[in-house]
């Protein structure tokens, strides 16, 4: 039977991420499949408990083959088959482990620190950290006892819970209780093995703008930019994961916020200005990551403008400058910081911007070099802060940013 470490491997790829991934008895546990397949696309090695219960809705062999790694069972746990106890092995293996779907049985266990198969041995034998996604029936998750254990592993820092999702249920069900969906949780764990499991912004309130905003002539034409709000999703995602309570201020995209962030969508600079400063007060970090129109059309009309009708010189005024007032009104505890999307020279507007808006700190990233800035799923940039601090972040996820931003936070003295 194959050992769940294979040493060469570890001494070969010794940055190599792993994750343990336990299945829990639920119908959600087809769900999972999509996101052990994922895991491994993206270089992570991957290996998979499966519970007793788990096997009623999906096979060791699914998940074998989807892993390219022998899937562990109960049967496992009880043979003498390894030189050293599998929980143990396992255990100590682990960057991440993740309990998808999470079962009220499985969620009672851990509260009280039970072990009585191999999933809850392998957790009490490590001490990486644990991603729960729980799903269950709405009155099973909604029950006291539910709750109460809940909130009793919600204090153990170990553990880092992901809130339910409502919808349809497979009881037919309209309600809380569905599982996180895979590319969230895909999200969470690349936050973990960021930042193995440290929760620094627990206590704090991020604020969060995303986005381009749309200033229009008319229902269907509007000036805007091409960005998608990706990178301020990608700082809201990261500050959760830290532990921040977070408020995203967005518009329009083709994202859906995290579950257990709070979302702000607008349309036009006006709006996010408006919803920016009310919320301002309650902020301890503020990042303006969105991309404000610097202008916009000085005459709207209700009706669609027939071509003819088309100024052959667009009348224009300017916009609120956001992060200005912002500046104005913040508070000596807060923290504000800008982005400035450039291209060519990237440091020197920045520097300005930094000083003129008498921002805390600015990322300067570039929108002229390939896979980078707006639309793109990665991004690159320069860090610049008051105390004349510049750091160069070379070409990552946008999520991998995101934490090198609140590292860079962070580390300020």
Known sequence: MQSPIDPKSKIQNPKLSRVLVAIGGGIAAYKVCELISTLFKTGVEVRVILTRSAQQFITPLTV??????????????????????????????????????????????????????????????????????????????????????????????????????SGLLACDRVGAGRMAEPPEILTYIQSLLHTQGKRDLIGKRVLVSAGGTREYLDP????????????????????????????????????????????????????????????????????????????????????KLPKRSLPEALPLEPVPDIVARLAQLKQSHQILIGFAAQTGDIVNPALEKLQKKKLDAIVANPIDRADSGFGSDNNEAIFLDTQ??????????????????????????
């Not at 969508?265 to 129109?293: F, G, K, Q, R, W």
């Open 64 to 165: 074998a083959t989807l892993s390219r790694h022998q899937a562990y069972t109960d049967d496992d746990f009880w043979q003498p088959t390894y030189s050293r106890p599998l929980h143990i092995e396992l255990g100590e293996w682990a960057d991440v482990m993740v309990i998808a779907p999470l079962t009220a049985n499985t969620l009672a266990k851990l509260a009280y620190g039970m072990a009585d198969n191999l999933l809850t041995n392998t957790v009490l034998a490590s001490t990486c950290p644990v991603l729960l996604a729980p799903a269950m029936n709405t009155d099973m998750w909604e029950q006291l006892s539910v709750q109460r254990n809940w909130q009793q592993l919600s204090i153990d820092s170990r553990y880092h819970g992901m809130n339910t999702a």
């Open 220 to 303: 269907v034409r509007f000036i805007g930019n091409p960005s998608t709000g990706k990178m301020g999703l990608a700082i809201a995602q990261a500050a959760l994961h830290r532990g921040a309570r977070v408020t995203l201020v967005h518009t329009p995209a083709n994202w859906q916020a995290p579950l257990g962030v709070q979302a702000i969508p607008v349309t036009s600079a006006e709006e996010m200005h408006h919803a920016m400063v009310e919320y301002l007060a309650n902020a301890d970090i503020i990042v303006m990551s969105a991309a404000v129109a610097d202008v916009k059309p000085r005459d709207y009309s209700t009706e």
């Open 388 to 413: 004349g601090r510049q750091v160069a972040i070379a070409p990552c996820s946008k999520l991998e940013m995101a934490h090198q931003l609140f590292d860079f936070l962070s580390s300020e003295s």
